[in-house]
């Protein structure tokens, strides 16, 4: 039985299992000779069990017992003596039959069996003569095709002729299958509702057998030299019509429109029929099921297209479908994933990736002209036409790629639309494509060849960016422009990022010297104004300067100047550096300029310090000034320049000095308003060079307070407005004659006013805040990497400055995390080995650390305690360097005790307070200075500094708790003293404790134990645990007073304060158990067996709790009453009855 259950199983592998354990079985059985009419009976009775399967109801157990016939009719062992299939088919026609009395479900059951029993031993007969079988089959499938009138039975049926078809062979469906179905084939599109013609059927077989459906048959049949597929109006209304059918069976539509297009393709008719076929699926949208059809049938030509000679297809597609694909593109864009349904994203990805799969391997020119159709259908939403444009460029040669880049730049020069705003994302995109060849597999920037390619790219970068070409084309760069080309001001800025894209390009290849040759070849385009107009500012200053400089400037970069400099990462940062300002002169004149005057001396006190060894009388170093012009290209708008800048400071960090490092601290210290008003305008708000996370953070950030600001403004609004706003309980218009409304005019103006000027100080906030995150990339890599520590600990206390004075608002929330995070980096990581600060100045640094614990301020005390062990770390390995290591010692201690036991005071009098408020301003602001800086150090940290420098913890914990038996200290800080002394106690302490700490901690405990204030769970479980600990002690052992005296004490708090806990009850016990075993203590029974029967009580009332929360919980059901006049008597529920069992009586 259960082998048959394992057969109508609904997974797959189950139902092979149980098919495997029948055969095998019966196999078995078979081995016995002594068996023959058991194996005999075994075998009728399976075959008679599998055919009986075969109605079920289940579709699963249905194709399970299918399959076990078929193969049961396959084996070939002569000793089970299975029937023939003929006799298989016999018995199966004869068993499966239907009466008049049967239901329409059963008959419906019978039929699927019948018919699932004939394919299944069909397939066994596949690879012998079907002739006989099929002679059985047919006639009796297309009876029962007839008595069906369900349009899914009938397709199942046609399936099933068709895969008889496939199996048969042309020879023998021509002679066997043909003639009997011929009925069932169609002979032209007028078909009717009643299923007597089957398109589906007759489609197949002609993709099938296209040698037997040739032009003869149609000319015979449909009058016609093929299937035709709406060559007039009429027959595309036909085949709409015909389609829409099909619109309640979706699977059989896809089948026939699957069927179709393959002979459209096949018969040369892609180009009439696929406009009706996208028309029918595509009409209620690309979410709807059929037009996931559509879009499967998408994917379904371009992959057949792979293995095919021609691309026809997928030419004829996409300029029939200019409209489909655009409605494709806007569904992958951003803003339409968000619209869309997943799976018609994933079906939209899946097409574009097999269009780039199958366009990869053809030739270039194929390559071009299908991305070109498809470039052409896309509007807007360019984003997926990456990826087909990175399979094109994939395994591009040299020359090919030279073939690439005209064709792109042809592309880009063309007008293609007369819409200005298409056609400048259009040219972005292909902007993007032609920046992106520099990541080809096959582009080395080192090969000569490939150098001038990329040459020539900027320099037409440069030409199309600064300057008005007046019909006039350079004659080295004909072959690429052939003609004028207009272009707007959006796209000129977008060529000018891409003009810095290429030039990190060649920076991170360590070279720059093609970047110099476009730059010169751009001062001779300068001079020729006949030819070429600049669209730049400054254009006399710049000739004059460039006349007058450019000869010093050109022999600093490629003579001896840079040349002699002792490191090759400073001469190519100096280098770079002098290229990003050349290409700025064409940006902000002034700027550039300044560039480069400071960097002609920076070379030069460069020179002078490193190679004559001599030193500067100026007040700034090389380095300083390096930095700082550094962090001024780094306020720019573009991405790249900010990326060349990150890489250029890496190359130089090792010159950084003290001055250097605090110029870019500065960067990030909050400023006033109205500097931050003065900043330069021309810096772009949309600033992208922070990692996704930090930009998302900063802009719901801006969207929280553009909230605050709209309020603000509906606010001022309403103010100005005055009585003129209506108000919700009025159900009239304000009248107001004209003079009133005038004289509203100016206030309502101001109020905009107000609102606009303060959208732009929060731009401005955003743009400095941009900036300083880039700057905290650069300083944190000098706190995680860097080796000499006196960078490090100068780099602290701006920081924590910093991340003290930023206002507490939303905008500076991920500043202050960010800083945060730096901070907390400095615990993890190792001492360094060069430039080691003095002890002095570590002490002054913790000093400060320590005067922060009092003040209320952003830092955590979680970052305050990591930054404080780094900062003690270092000052006791400099204190050991100096041999000053007990004074620092002495220092720190006396420093976290002081601290601590600030802490433990009792806070101040509401009189000494009141007395403090009635002070004047200025006094008041010193007294909360000095109260600030007065060290209270917080237990964390203490508990922090014991795990980490457990060597000095007895005698800070020794003062520590003489404090807290002061009467003076309330439970709640002596319970914290408790804890602390708790993590103290480890196990190396437990070897070793100090005489007086534990003389001091027993006091400590007695009094917590007699103190009634202290009535809490929390006091008596570090009471409990601390005492065991105790106990535990090797070294000083207690002796047997000093454990009489902790009994007591514990004795004493187990009878004043509450228990509910039974954890608490059994450690208690435990405790007791400990002073009974270790000393040989009498326990007070009273406290036993308040303990035990404290427990024994617990433990029944949670037994008598579980039973009650176990009962069957009673359903809530609307009682049913019966009316009987006036009384009502209610049915009782059924389900409420709990089960006791039945009762049988024997």
Partial sequence: MDVYWELSDFDIHTRQQGMEKLLKSLKTLSSDDNNEKSVSSQIDYTISRLIKGLVSNRKCARI??????????????????????????SLVQNKLTTKKETGVEDAKNVRIGRVLSYIALAYTQKDNDLSILLQKIIPDLLLIRTQ????????????SIIQLAKWSGRKLFKKEILPHIQKLLPTNWQMGDDGTKSLLLFVSLVNLYPNIFNQEYFQSHWNNNMLPLGKTNDEQMIIKKCLQSFDNELHLLEQLCHELLVYAIRSQQLTLFWPILVDELSNIGLDSNKGHILLDLITFCFQEQENSNSIDTIEIILDSSETLFREIFD??????????????????????????????????????????????CANKNYTCLHSVA???TEKLTIDELLVYIKYIIGLFCAASTDDESALDRRRHFLLELLSNICHCSSFNLKDNTCGILFENILAICVLLANFKLHNHIPKQY???LHENIEISDVTREHIEDIIYKFLMYEFHENQ?????????????????TKHFSPLFKNIEEIKLYLNEQSKELFQIIQGNMIQSLPDEKLRLAFQQVFILSFYDLFVDFNRAKQYLDDLMTCVKNARTQLVLKKKIKEESSWIEVFIDILLSMDTKKQHDIRSIIKKIYHQIAPYVNENALKLMLQTITVENESDDEDNDDDEDEDDDDESDEDQSDIEEEELMENDDVNEDLRQAVEKALGDAVAKEDQENDVDMDDEAMLRLDPLIAEAFRSQIKRSSNIKIINEKLHHQFRVLDLIESVIKKDERMRFVLISIRPLIETLTSLPNTS????????????????????????????TDECIELFRYLTSLAGSRTKLTTETLSKVSMFVIKLCLHVGKLEDRLAGVEETILTMYEGGFLRFLQPNLSKEKSEKKKNKQKDDDEDVDESMIHQAVVHPSIIKDFLLRFPEYGTRLMLLMVQTALKETINWKKRNIVCGTLNNFLNRKQSDHMDEKLLKATIDLLVTMCNDPKSAKMGSLHVITVLTQKLLLIRNPTLTEKQASKLLNAVSIAIKTKPINNDKQRKQLLNLLQSFKKRFQLTINE??????TMKRKLSSITTTQNNETNNKPKKLKTNPTNVSNGDNQVSIVDCRQIPFKGINVKT
Avoid at 512 to 528: A, G
């Fill in 331 to 376: 569904l992958l864009s951003s803003s339409g994933r968000k619209m869309h349904q997943q799976a018609s994203i994933v079906l939209s990805k899946d097409a574009f990736e097999k269009f780039a799969h199958t366009i990869a391997n053809r030739p270039l020119e194929e390559r071009l002209r299908l991305f070109e159709k498809l470039l052409n």
């Fill in 64 to 89: 399970g017992y299918a399959a076990t016939l078929g193969t049961l009719a396959s084996l070939t062992d002569h000793q089970l003596k299975i029937l023939s299939v003929d006799e298989l088919i």
């Fill in 390 to 392: 990175n399979f094109i």
């Fill in 1086 to 1091: 009273d406290v036993m067996n308040m303990l």
């Fill in 512 to 528: 720059y010297e093609h970047s110099f040759n476009v730059f010169q070849k751009s001062i001779n385009w300068l001079q020729s």
């Fill in 478 to 480: 004909r072959e690429f």
């Fill in 148 to 159: 069906e009138t369900r349009r899914r039975l009938r397709a199942f049926i046609d399936a």
């Fill in 811 to 838: 905008a500076y929330k991920t500043m202050i995390e960010r800083i945060d995070s730096i901070l907390c980096h400095l615990s993890n990581r190792k001492i360094g080995h060069l430039d080691m600060p003095t």
